[in-house]
């Protein structure tokens, strides 16, 4: 097996020699068989270990028996303990998902801090199998039946290509010793259960089943792979990113025959769950939206845009004193007193400085919100209906600020200045006030 795992390196994961690596090692076979062949074929490599504290004196039995074995063989331990499952209640965690992310934070820190090249986990093709199950039984797309990559980032399972089997046979052939976890015999987790029931009944069904599991995951990486590839190339169509914000263009998105499996392909990462939702958007009324924790998506015209989620409820100000030439924040505007008035745009206004109360407010506008717009004879407008007149977009909504003097509005900026504040032939002192880009 030793030569069969170095052939299975070089050829797949060439890139671990010369590394720092770093072996996850909880005294159980699989990750005894990994720590004793890597320490055969002489790579870099330092133990860390878990006691998660979850099965009393058998917990730290595990550790003493780890660390014994790190000092026979001269290699560097980490070990660290936690308390699981107070972590777990805190948190409102399964003891299992509890553990997991105790021990993978754990893992990385010790990556950076350590420099450590990469995490070797000791999963193999029967765990694959499980993971298999598991999906299965939940119900899951094609990514959920890939089965666990060799590698994720930094994290490398080197033995999936192995069975159990396989394993256990090298363990017993090289007086391998490991310490049998006694929560593996019960059947509370579903793991478990299909491992001990179900697992077996495919064996006796195909005594070749892990065999063929594993090249059906590999049909089937090779198939998620084509569909990966086939939404990076619709996206380029579809899909127009603009500052923190993306773009999906209806029009072509509903060209698609299978539009929904591309939104999904492309949506999956921002945490969206809700996925019907999420299709009938596309033929919603624009200004519907569905949230993920920490992303919206909003059906605005012919476009669905994707972008963070911004705590609307929260209203800043930001005040301008009356000397004061320029604002950076919230945007980049500058304030001068001129003598001669040159034509007024959307970016430039022209305002009678003495009918100012300092400081002037910026801040976004309000339901409610009325001001006098310029060329309208003195009428009143709500800021909505001059909204929805200009066809803003509930994100151009979202983000028009309004330059108040004593709590009257002066510019709905970049779009209509106020009537009240406007120049006269009376007017002695003019302030220009201009939005930069």
């Not at 997991?100 to 199998?129: G, M, S």
């Not at 899951?140 to 994290?155: A, F, R, S, V």
């Not at 717009?373 to 600020?401: A, M, Q, R, Y």
Request: hydrophobic letters at 40%; charged letters at 25%.
């Amino acid at each position: 097996m030793k030569n069969t795992l170095q052939n299975h390196i070089d050829q797949e994961i060439p890139f671990l020699k010369q590394k720092k690596l770093l072996l996850a090692v909880s005294g159980g076979l699989d990750s005894m068989v990994l720590l004793h062949l890597f320490n055969e074929l002489h790579y870099d490599i330092a133990i860390a270990h878990c006691n998660f504290q979850l099965r009393g004196i058998e917990s730290f039995g595990d550790q003493k028996f780890i660390q014994d074995y790190a000092e026979v063989n001269a290699i560097p331990i980490y070990v660290t303990q936690f308390d699981t499952e107070a972590f777990a209640k805190d948190y409102k965690l399964s003891t299992q998902i509890a553990a997991r992310e105790l021990r993978y934070n754990w893992f990385y820190e010790l990556l950076e801090t350590e420099k450590f090249d990469y995490l070797l986990t000791a999963h193999h093709a029967d765990d694959n199998l499980e993971t298999f199950l598991i999906n299965l039984t939940r119900g899951t797309g094609l990514e959920g039946l890939t089965g666990i990559p060799e590698q994720n980032k930094k994290i490398i399972r080197p033995l999936l290509f192995l069975s159990r089997l396989e394993i256990e046979n090298y363990a017993k052939e090289h007086n391998i010793q490991w310490r049998e976890d006694s929560s593996n015999a019960s059947d509370k987790y579903l793991r478990n259960k299909i491992r001990h029931h179900l697992i077996p009944v495919l064996k006796e069904l195909n005594p070749n089943f892990i065999t063929s599991f594993l090249k059906t995951e590999s049909y089937l990486q090779e198939s998620f792979a084509m569909v990966e590839d086939a939404a990076i190339m619709v996206y380029q169509q579809v899909a127009k990113e603009v500052d923190d914000q993306i773009h999906f263009d209806l029009n072509q998105l509903l060209k698609l025959p299978n539009y929904q499996s591309y939104l999904y392909q492309w949506l999956k990462e921002f945490g969206f769950t809700a996925w019907k939702d999420i299709y009938d958007l596309v033929e919603s009324q624009s200004g519907k939206q569905v949230f993920s924790a920490d992303y919206r998506l909003l059906k605005d015209r012919d476009s669905l845009i994707l972008l963070p989620i911004e705590d609307l409820e929260i209203v800043q100000e930001f005040f301008i004193n009356a000397n004061q030439a320029e604002v950076k924040i919230p945007l980049n505007m500058s304030f001068c007193k001129v003598t001669d008035i040159s034509v007024a745009t959307n970016k430039t206004i022209f305002v009678d400085a003495d009918q100012l109360v300092f400081p002037l407010v910026l801040r976004k506008w309000k339901t409610g919100d009325v001001f006098t717009p310029f060329g309208l004879n003195g009428k009143s407008k709500k800021v909505s209906k001059l909204f929805k007149d200009e066809k803003l977009s509930l994100i151009e909504k979202e983000n028009t600020w309004l330059l108040c003097s004593n709590n009257q509005i002066v510019w709905v900026i970049g779009i209509r200045a106020d009537n009240q504040f406007k120049t006269t032939d009376k007017t002695k002192n003019i302030l220009k006030i201009e939005l930069e880009n």
